[in-house]
């Protein structure tokens, strides 16, 4: 595509509808400029009705859709790019990418759709959505990345960049979504990634950075690696990096090879060399939810997973922390592990790599529970230190070493869904404490300005919410005797008290048994409640001589994670 004449007013290049094979390359347009820029997209204004492929070859080497070269202020709306025409497997290393740009300041991308030939399987090439380099003031936003190695990859060379936003896109089906380094007041909101594919770095991976906003994002389903990785955080102006209101609700089995995955990792990198020099890090990490169910054990020996994980790699005289600022606060950290299963000795809800970086941190008013499996004996960690090797598994335990939460909770917050990490214990409601003029939630809901929530969700508790959250008795096993008591434990998870309700269950589908709560629970209370009459246990088979008796588990109202 070339052009000889100058530009004098914006130009739209509308594209029929149909599938359109080749590469086109864009040079630096003869008067481009804010108010003389090209716009390339969809005549219907829908994504899905034009489909450009750049390679059609099982076989190639490295070529994009659209290539460009310091072109600025050029447009892509409402487009899908295709790595094939056909959704195959290629064979043969080589890099591609739909976008590739040097030099593309005030580039928008907007409501295309990205596909990879590969979605689900890996093989050896550099795919990217997206690769760009020395390109500021860009906006990609409310698009869809299906499938590559990495979705969008944004680098220097050699010239820093300012002021880039990714907004509202989805992703799906990465190694890494987002991989991008020498960013200056970069912004990153309101995408969902999923679908991670193992062998990557990170989903969000930000390098050399400084005065990011990393918020409203949402991460879910089965991960490999970190979601949130923050590497060299400069806060040389005084303007640290936020993270904030992002919601991380994952499962992650640590057996797996793939690397550890911390859900937030945060890397201090300070050096007061005069040959490399590196100004301190800031970083301040609030009002975010981690919730990770672990679906696997694992028998790696220290320390090493934490839903914040903080590291410090400085190189520098005596022992300071490598952040001048680094602030904690409002988080939600939870961690619980799939059933028969418990947490892994080596997790933690916080870990910091060494002591000098919990010494220099602000940690305050946050909920750090890592819930223990029915019938553990030993509390998990919740705080911890790798270097030197320390653990405290209460809060109690851990506010006097280091001076640090003392407004800190250990709530199980009792998760509304396990697809959705909205609390929902009332005496969860309202334990934070306002901050860094964060005045609303993931979702734009107003938070509370004298006490708001913890976590990426402000909520209101539900009025009346009971619910049966253990089986006390009978159990299961030889010699339990022909007639037996049924015993449960009952929560008030609402925010008002309850008085003379109902409570039934049954056997097997059998008719159900009913009784009566005659007392009072008030809201976050537990009691014990025994039904009238008993039961006999069901005859399963027999050990030598004896019969083996238990008794059908209870059909329960509410299936709840036991009270803390």
């Not at 070493?401 to 917050?413: A, E, Q």
Request: aromatic letters at 10%; proline letters at 5%; hydrophobic letters at 40%.
């Amino acid at each position: 595509m070339h052009c000889q004449e100058e530009l004098t007013g914006p130009v739209t290049l509308q594209l029929q509808s149909g599938v359109h094979l080749g590469s086109y390359s864009l040079g630096a347009f003869p008067g481009l400029s804010a108010s003389s820029s090209l716009t390339i997209t969809s005549a219907t204004g829908n994504a899905a009705d034009v489909v450009l492929v750049g390679d059609t070859s099982v076989q190639g080497t490295q070529r994009s859709i659209f290539k460009l070269n310091q072109t600025p202020h050029i447009a892509f709306q409402n487009l899908t790019l295709r790595r094939y025409l056909l959704n195959g497997s290629a064979t043969g290393s080589f890099n591609t990418a739909h976008i590739e740009g040097v030099g593309t300041d005030f580039l928008q991308v907007n409501q295309c759709i990205f596909q990879d030939s590969v979605v689900q399987a890996f093989v050896t090439r550099d795919n990217f959505g997206l690769l760009l380099s020395n390109s500021s003031n860009a906006v990609i936003s409310n698009n869809t990345f299906r499938g590559f190695y990495t979705s969008i990859f944004w680098n220097s060379l050699g010239q820093p960049m300012s002021l880039n936003q990714v907004i509202n896109n989805n992703f799906e089906g990465y190694l890494d979504a987002l991989n991008t380094s020498d960013q200056s007041g970069m912004l990153v909101a309101g995408n969902v990634f999923g679908n991670q594919r193992p062998n990557g770095n990170a989903a969000l991976w930000l390098m050399d950075v400084s005065s990011a906003e990393i918020h409203s994002n949402r991460f879910n389903g089965e991960i490999f690696n970190p979601q949130i990785r923050l590497n060299n955080a400069n806060d040389s102006l005084s303007q640290p990096t936020r993270i904030y209101n992002n919601a991380i609700n994952v499962s992650f089995n640590p057996t797996s090879t793939f690397g550890l995955g911390s859900p937030i990792l945060v890397e201090g990198y300070a050096d007061t060399s005069s040959i490399n020099p590196d100004s301190k890090d800031g970083v301040i990490l609030a009002f975010n939810t981690v919730r990770v169910r672990c679906t696997g054990m694992s028998s790696a020996g220290g320390l090493n997973y934490g839903l914040i994980h903080l590291t410090d790699n400085r190189f520098m005289s005596g022992g300071a922390s490598p952040f001048i600022s680094l602030v904690l606060r409002n988080n939600n950290l939870y961690a619980e592990a799939a059933s028969g299963l418990t947490l892994p000795n080596g997790w933690a809800a916080l870990v910091f790599e060494s002591d000098s970086v919990a010494y220099y941190s602000s940690s305050d008013f946050q909920n750090l529970f890592m819930r223990p499996a029915l019938g553990q004996t030993s509390l998990p960690t919740l705080v911890g230190m790798s270097n030197p090797l320390l653990t405290f598994s209460t809060l109690a335990t851990w506010r006097p070493v280091y001076n640090k939460d003392s407004n800190s909770v250990s709530i199980n917050p009792l998760f509304a869904t396990p697809a959705l990490a909205i609390p929902g214990a009332s005496a969860f409601d309202n334990l934070g404490q306002p901050y860094g003029g964060i005045g609303s939630d993931l979702t734009g809901t107003a938070r509370n300005s004298v006490s708001p929530d913890m976590g990426a969700y402000e909520f209101t508790p539900a009025p009346n919410d009971i619910g049966v959250v253990q089986w006390v008795s009978p159990g299961s096993g030889c010699g339990l005797g022909g007639a037996l008591t049924v015993s449960v434990r009952v929560s008030n998870f609402g925010s008002v008290a309850q008085s003379n309700f109902g409570l039934g269950y049954s056997i097997a589908g059998g008719p159900v048994v009913t009784g009566s709560f005659s007392g009072t629970l008030n809201p976050g209370d537990t009691a014990l409640f025994t039904f009238p009459g008993t039961v006999r246990p069901i005859i399963h088979g027999s050990v030598g001589h004896r019969q083996v008796r238990s008794l059908i588990p209870l059909e329960l109202a509410r299936s709840l994670t036991p009270p803390v």
